[in-house]
């Protein structure tokens, strides 16, 4: 199935979940095992080496558990203040609508692990800044982010708040703003030059 076909399938609904927001719905691909399939395996395309999975809650727990099933790799969830046993680390996060905290299990990373970390949008930044420092500070060294939608405004929070990192940055994505949609499109400041933002879902 052809990409195009896949981001047809995005709903945009305005004013949700705040006036001003325009909410990017990929429910109708996950309705459809064909759609759904098909995104999961473009997507596992540009993961690199990875030796886990990292899904950010709520959506990117369901494209994590995909990918991580189709990569035959183990998931560990990013999750709401509250859902997790045992002990947790806590780090809140600014959101265009908000604030949140989000909670990983302790040592439940390994020093050196290589990561694909996962969520649908990439909007602000808040809360894909907030989910590196947290697995950076875990140990890993190498850290793929796979979105499936991405905002010029979110990208160049990322930048700007990684550029002196020494963790090895990947962002594979496609961009609501048709300049950013260019398969190949080089993101100066995530890691090295051989960094770049992917036009493919």
């Given at each position: 199935m052809e990409i195009a076909e896949?981001?047809?399938?995005?709903?945009?609904?305005?004013?949700?979940p705040a006036p001003g927001i325009l909410f990017m719905d990929i429910l109708p691909?996950?309705?459809?095992?064909?759609?759904?399939?098909?995104?999961?395996?473009?997507?596992?395309?540009?993961?690199?080496?990875?030796?886990?999975?990292?899904?950010?809650?709520a959506r990117g727990l369901i494209l994590g558990t995909a990918l991580a099933l189709h990569m035959d790799k183990g998931f560990v969830p990013l999750r709401k203040a509250g859902k997790l046993p045992?002990?947790?680390?806590s780090i809140s996060y600014g959101?265009?609508?908000?604030?949140?905290?989000?909670?990983v299990q302790k040592d439940i990373l390994n020093k050196?692990?290589?990561?694909?970390?996962?969520?649908?949008?990439?909007?602000?930044?808040?809360t894909l800044i907030s989910a590196i420092h947290y697995l950076i500070d875990l140990g890993a060294t190498d850290i793929t982010m796979i979105c499936i939608l991405s905002s010029p405004e979110g990208v160049a929070a990322l930048e700007k708040e990684f550029a002196g990192s020494?963790?090895?940055?990947?962002?594979v994505t496609a961009a609501l703003d048709e300049k950013l949609n260019e398969k190949g499109y080089i993101v100066p400041g995530l890691g090295d030059a051989?960094?770049?933002?992917y036009g493919v879902v």
């Amino acid at each position: 199935m052809e990409i195009a076909e896949i981001e047809k399938q995005i709903r945009q609904i305005p004013d949700f979940p705040a006036p001003g927001i325009l909410f990017m719905d990929i429910l109708p691909i996950l309705r459809s095992p064909d759609h759904f399939n098909a995104m999961t395996h473009h997507l596992s395309q540009f993961a690199g080496v990875v030796d886990c999975v990292v899904g950010i809650e709520a959506r990117g727990l369901i494209l994590g558990t995909a990918l991580a099933l189709h990569m035959d790799k183990g998931f560990v969830p990013l999750r709401k203040a509250g859902k997790l046993p045992g002990e947790v680390l806590s780090i809140s996060y600014g959101l265009e609508y908000g604030n949140d905290v989000i909670e990983v299990q302790k040592d439940i990373l390994n020093k050196g692990e290589r990561v694909m970390l996962v969520d649908d949008v990439l909007a602000t930044g808040g809360t894909l800044i907030s989910a590196i420092h947290y697995l950076i500070d875990l140990g890993a060294t190498d850290i793929t982010m796979i979105c499936i939608l991405s905002s010029p405004e979110g990208v160049a929070a990322l930048e700007k708040e990684f550029a002196g990192s020494t963790a090895n940055l990947t962002l594979v994505t496609a961009a609501l703003d048709e300049k950013l949609n260019e398969k190949g499109y080089i993101v100066p400041g995530l890691g090295d030059a051989g960094d770049r933002l992917y036009g493919v879902v």
